[in-house]
T-cell receptor, first 112, second 112 residues
Framework: KAGVTQTPRYLIKTRGQQVTLSCSPI?????VSWYQQTPGQGLQFLFE???????NKGNFPGRFSGRQFSNSRSEMNVSTLELGDSALYLC???????????FGQGTRLTVV | KQEVTQIPAALSVPEGENLVLNCSFT??????LQWFRQDPGKGLTSLLL?????REQTSGRLNASLDKSSGRSTLYIAASQPGDSATYLC???????????FGKGMKLTVNP
């Protein structure tokens, strides 16, 4: 059974650019969440989608957005990149709400 | 606002020791608590999930307990091995929010 797949694994972008990250959940899982991990702040919740609907959003600026498709795959987009957006972005999938979360390997974003 | 604390931030032990990792949280209104392991530069691997109605879960050499009323969980690792070296994170699924709130993690080093 395939796990959560995130692409790409590594990205280097310039300040002011935008970036799109992709997450394919475990087959059959309908809930997808995104987290940002930095050395200073640890893991922080970005947003959660269930059946194509965003149900919850963390305390991040509007430059961070996401969506979920009918096949449960999800994308997150960051516009007007800042140096502080450099982080490991992790995606998690769950079968239903309130069940065990399984994480992907993450996308390492570096903004220069 | 839910806060999750893991103390100490780092631990170094000789191989073979039995270990207890601690996690505390401030709001007892949780759906579940999950323990994860993270290797450097990698994603999170789920170790154990305890539902709010449960007191304990076991998997191999790992045993996790939950005392919701006191806001505490412990992860017990029996007969530690060098391969157990990693950062261990606990996270609570906050009631009504569909998001995981993480502690900052504990970096474990098991020396051969």
């Amino acid at each position: 059974k395939a796990g959560v797949t995130q692409t790409p694994r590594y990205l280097i972008k310039t300040r002011g650019q935008q970036v799109t990250l992709s997450c394919s959940p475990i087959s059959g899982h309908r809930s997808v969440s995104w987290y940002q991990q930095t050395p200073g702040q640890g893991l922080q919740f970005l947003f959660e989608y269930f059946s194509e609907t965003q149900r919850n959003k963390g305390n991040f600026p509007g430059r961070f957005s996401g969506r979920q498709f009918s096949n449960s795959r999800s994308e997150m987009n960051v516009s007007t990149l800042e140096l502080g957006d450099s982080a490991l972005y992790l995606c998690a999938s769950s079968l239903l709400e309130n069940t065990e979360a399984f994480f992907g390997q993450g996308t390492r974003l570096t903004v220069v | 606002k839910q806060e999750v604390t893991q103390i100490p931030a780092a631990l170094s032990v000789p191989e073979g020791e039995n270990l207890v990792l601690n996690c505390s949280f401030t709001d007892s209104a949780i759906y579940n608590l999950q323990w994860f392991r993270q290797d450097p530069g990698k994603g999170l691997t789920s170790l154990l999930l305890i539902q709010s109605s449960q007191r304990e879960q076991t998997s191999g050499r790992l045993n996790a307990s939950l005392d919701k009323s006191s806001g505490r969980s412990t992860l017990y690792i029996a007969a530690s091995q060098p391969g157990d070296s990693a950062t261990y994170l606990c996270a609570v699924l906050q009631g009504g929010s569909e998001k995981l709130v993480f502690g900052k993690g504990m970096k474990l080093t098991v020396n051969p």
